[in-house]
């Protein structure tokens, strides 16, 4: 690890008999570590020197990424704390829904995926979120590969009517949806811009505890702000 700190500290790389004496290690032993992590990918020789090699640089990439989702999950349970509801964070990627992550709690459950979210984004409020701010072709594209179908009773029937729905939907207002997904469940989804890419805030609540689902929504809305930036973040993911 003290040899890789010390090429790391030297962008064009550096001669074994530097690194050894940076590493505070006698020159075979370093010799010895240096063949070791080459072999493994850790490191490249390159015209006598020392850089970092794929696998290194693949260890500070999931290093970022898991820091990236630590932030994204602090966030999310604010949130969830503060307004007391599930609350989720879902982006749409490569032509799928992607929950990233969902922040609840034993008495606030999140709801269960009894259907593939990425098959049923028509059915749910993060799902018609994201639908709502793709180009036309992104969307019909969507539905080519994923038919519209009724999963409750409350679920948009057709293409057409869920097509309406999605066109009529004021850019930055919430989605709101009930019981089209879970039956005794209503969410509501809010856009959030982040780069080129559609992301989606929401958060669900029991039937019985509709009339909370709005103010909730709203308090979110206020707040989405101050916390936007570590989940804007997280779209390289």
Not at 10 to 31: F, I, M, N, V
Not at 109 to 137: K, M, N, Y
Request: glycine residues 8%.
């Amino acid at each position: 690890m003290r040899l890789l700190e010390a090429v790391g500290a030297h962008e064009e790389g550096a001669p074994a008999k530097q690194l050894a004496r940076e590493a505070g290690l006698a020159l075979p032993t370093a010799y010895h570590l240096l063949r070791t992590l080459t072999h493994e990918g850790y490191l490249r020789r390159e015209k006598g020197v020392f850089v970092l090699g794929a696998a290194a640089e693949r260890l500070v990439s999931n290093g970022a990424q898991q820091n990236r989702r630590s932030m994204i999950g602090e966030a999310l349970e604010h949130w969830r704390d503060s307004i007391g509801v599930p609350v989720y964070f879902a982006v749409y990627r490569e032509g799928d829904v992607e929950v990233v992550g969902v922040a609840d709690t034993p008495g606030s459950p999140a709801v269960e995926e009894w259907a593939d979210f990425r098959e049923t984004a028509h059915a749910h409020a993060i799902g018609q979120c994201l639908l709502s701010q793709l180009d036309e072709d992104s969307r019909q594209d969507h539905l080519s590969r994923y038919r519209v179908q009724s999963i409750t009773p409350y679920t948009v029937r057709d293409n057409r009517t869920l097509l309406r729905r999605l066109a009529s939907m004021g850019r930055m207002q919430p989605v709101v949806e009930r019981q089209e997904y879970a039956l005794g469940t209503v969410c509501a989804a809010v856009p959030i811009t982040a780069g080129t890419t559609a992301a989606t805030l929401a958060i669900s609540v029991p039937v019985h505890q509709a009339d909370r689902l709005l103010p909730a929504v709203r308090e979110l809305q206020s707040d989405v702000g101050r916390k936007l930036g570590s989940l804007a973040f997280s779209i390289s993911i």
